[in-house]
């Protein structure tokens, strides 16, 4: 038991100096596993043959895939696209292009998946655009960043794959269906505020579409939507796995960028591909070390331990609830996206599942948080993109996102605390 416990210190004090000392969380979670696995006398080879096992998984090849179509449909001009839809749809309301962002956003989040290629992508066409019209600059960029956080909660989120397997292989399928619900309700709650603080601050509609002009905007951008439909529709159907899927839309998005739009030249694949390579061999560097450090937690049966902390606390399932979301906004704010997921689904999934909280409803949870956490500093990829983008300060950003910040935790608890919101459509399908 004296063991047991200074084995846990170990690995936690590590865990956390290393992080203080910011080192990369790949490299803090493979050392301060193998310092622990030194500790108790565990052979190094079992890190090795963890780390190898937890990367040998056929679904993560989804992963690589839907970065690479996110990535093409970025460089591709597309992004434009869906924003002249989105425009169409809504631009003709009080501040029209705040919607029209907003709007935007979750059409690109079907496609990339990451907040934030939705923050740069979409944030590079609007910021700029509502600017030149008239909207504060810091407004935007609060608007966009919290608008880019769909596309971690819609489907085809890379990071419900990632949680998926970190789970123990809880349905994608069902994972990406319970997506589609709290994405929608978390783009009207966005657009409400948005609207609210247009008026406030007499902010104009846009400028009428010519009549002309509307097939064809409804065409190319109906079109250049496609690639999240052959991805979900797939899976829905049966007809494809998540990783073919994947894959369907990845060839899809390649033509439809370079063969039918031809907007930027074949040789810009070049750096397409680089920056995939590199995003993928990071996540997957993530998921091998978080593979061993996730081996090492249930050897030292700390996710029963923490189970058992939160049973004594209460036994009451909304009491718990509310302490594990509290508990991951304050991470999201250190801890990065995938790190997040990597670390806390084993920890925190058992508690959830003890107090009779479905997996899949928990993953949206988890994700939500995590998503929310890409807004805060001192991380805070999304937030750091777009002030970029938008040319303001870190403190004018983040005061400006707040109301939409708020806006979230009210969609949060509302996905905590009524399940059939996100339930329903895997329920429905099953």
Not at 296 to 318: C, G
Not at 321 to 331: C, D, E, R, Y
Not at 392 to 405: E, Y
Request: charged letters at 10%; aromatic letters at 10%; proline letters at 6%.
């Amino acid at each position: 038991m004296e063991q047991q416990a200074v084995a846990v210190m170990i690995l936690v004090g590590t865990f956390i100096a290393l992080m203080v000392l910011r080192f990369p969380v790949a490299m803090v979670l493979a050392f301060s596993t193998m310092l622990t696995m030194i500790y108790v006398e565990l052979p190094l080879a079992v890190l090795g043959q963890q780390m190898i096992q937890g990367i040998s998984s056929f679904s993560l090849l989804a992963i690589p895939f839907f970065i690479l179509t996110g990535q093409i449909m970025g460089e591709g001009g597309l992004a434009l696209r869906m924003v002249n839809l989105a425009y169409l749809l809504v631009g003709r309301i009080r501040g029209g292009l705040a919607l029209v962002n907003s709007v935007a956003c979750m059409f690109f989040g079907n496609i990339s998946g990451s907040a934030v290629a939705d923050a740069s992508s979409v944030g590079s066409v609007m910021i700029p655009m509502m600017k030149k019209k008239g909207y504060d600059a810091d407004y935007s960029v609060g608007l966009t960043i919290s608008s880019a956080i769909q596309g971690v909660v819609v489907p085809p989120s890379h990071n419900l794959v990632l949680y998926s397997i970190v789970a123990g292989g809880i349905s994608i399928k069902s994972l990406f269906l319970a997506g589609i619900v709290p994405g929608f309700i978390l783009l009207g709650t966005l657009m409400t505020v948005a609207y609210i603080i247009a008026r406030k601050r007499g902010y104009q509609k846009g400028d009428p579409i010519e009549k002309e002009k509307v097939p064809g905007i409804l065409f190319h951008g109906i079109l250049s939507l496609s690639p999240a439909i052959v991805i979900l529709g797939g899976i829905i159907s049966g007809w494809f796995t998540a990783t073919e899927s994947g894959a369907m839309a990845a060839l899809y998005s390649f033509i439809l960028a370079f063969g039918v739009y031809r907007e930027a030249p074949l040789s810009s694949m070049i750096p397409v591909l680089k920056r995939t390579f590199r995003t993928v061999l990071m996540v997957y560097f993530l998921i091998a070390a978080s593979a061993a450090f996730g081996w090492v937690l249930a050897y030292l049966k700390i996710p029963m331990l923490v189970t058992e902390l939160f049973l004594t606390v209460s036994d009451s399932p909304i009491i718990i609830m509310m302490l594990i979301n509290v508990l991951l906004l304050i991470l999201g704010g250190p801890m990065d996206m995938a790190p997040m997921i990597l670390i806390m689904t084993p920890i925190l999934l058992p508690v959830c599942t003890a107090i009779g909280i479905d997996p899949v409803h928990f993953g949206l949870i988890l994700i939500f948080n995590a998503g929310m956490g890409l807004l805060t500093p001192p991380v805070g990829t999304v937030l750091f993109v777009g002030c970029a983008i938008g040319g303001v300060t870190l403190s004018q950003g983040t005061k400006a996102m707040m109301p939409f910040f708020y806006a979230m935790i009210l969609v949060l608890l509302l996905i905590t605390y009524v399940p059939q919101v996100v339930m329903w459509l895997p329920n429905m399908f099953k």
